[in-house]
């Protein structure tokens, strides 16, 4: 019975620990408590090149905190793309109130991808341009098709929209993107994938069980390790930490974040 109970107050320190980061998010003000749902900005950020200026092909992968008090733990992730001489814009997502009205969750659709999510302004995670770009789309295209679960969605652990943006970069081995900590879903994967698969980065391995507990090692993320979907560890590649709710904390810019060929 000790040993119960010395377990549970362990279990409850590492928990608490835990949520060190998203307390901190919250009290430092950086998710809008009090905007209502229908009042939250979605004006673009300036963010994104403009087609009628940039002709060459263009992948990008963005990412802001999600509505309310859920933007302490999590950020939803989007995946966009530009054709070649293209004038707008392709984004391929998950979003969960497609659900809850009996509606595929994946979504396509066209315009900025750089507006705001629901008052939170995007980063944008994977920038690629040109040549290599223009082979990548129709990948990324073909890969969206085979998202396992385009009628479920589950805000924690996933799947949801990190699950599928996950899924598309590991079905193309040349993206190398790296979501950040905060990406919860990203890491879930069910007993179809023998809970193993390519680290979401694709240069490493994971092992994930339903993304509520499991272990990265790769290039790109480092070591970084799931508990209860929050994940925390250290990239060496970027001198950089991964905490939960505060994201990837480092010194030295992510190679995969920006990459042009002409």
Do not use: C
């Not at 479920?152 to 652990?157: D, K």
């Amino acid at each position: 019975m000790k040993y119960f109970f010395r377990s549970i107050r362990r279990l409850t320190a590492i928990v608490l620990l835990l949520l060190v980061g998203p307390g901190l998010v919250i009290l430092t003000g950086q998710v809008d408590l009090n905007t209502p749902w229908s009042k939250a900005n979605h004006d673009r950020t300036g963010i994104a090149p403009d087609p009628s200026l940039t002709p060459e092909a263009i992948i990008q992968i963005y990412g802001a905190r999600t509505f309310n008090w859920r933007g302490a733990f999590a950020v939803h992730t989007w995946i966009a793309f530009k054709e070649k001489n293209a004038q707008e814009y392709t984004r391929l997502e998950v979003i969960g109130w497609r659900h809850y009205r009996g509606m595929p969750v994946t979504s396509i659709s066209t315009g900025w991808p750089d507006r705001n999510w629901f008052g939170s302004s995007p980063e944008i995670y994977y920038d690629l341009r040109g040549e290599q770009a223009a082979e990548i789309i129709p990948q990324i295209i073909k890969a969206a098709e085979t998202y396992r679960f385009p009628d479920r969605y589950e805000a924690w652990p996933g799947p949801n929209s990190n699950t599928f943006t996950a899924h598309v970069i590991r079905q193309i081995p040349s993206l190398d993107a790296d979501l950040p900590p905060t990406a919860i879903g990203k890491d879930y994967l069910d007993e179809d994938d023998n809970f193993f698969a390519a680290a979401p980065s694709n240069t490493g391995l994971q092992l994930s069980i339903y993304g509520i507990a499991g272990v990265t090692v790769a290039k790109t993320e480092g070591l970084e390790i799931n508990l209860l979907g929050l994940n925390f560890g250290v990239d060496p590649d970027d001198l950089a930490l991964r905490l939960p709710g505060i994201g990837k904390v480092g010194f030295i810019e992510s190679s995969s974040a920006s990459q042009s060929q002409n």
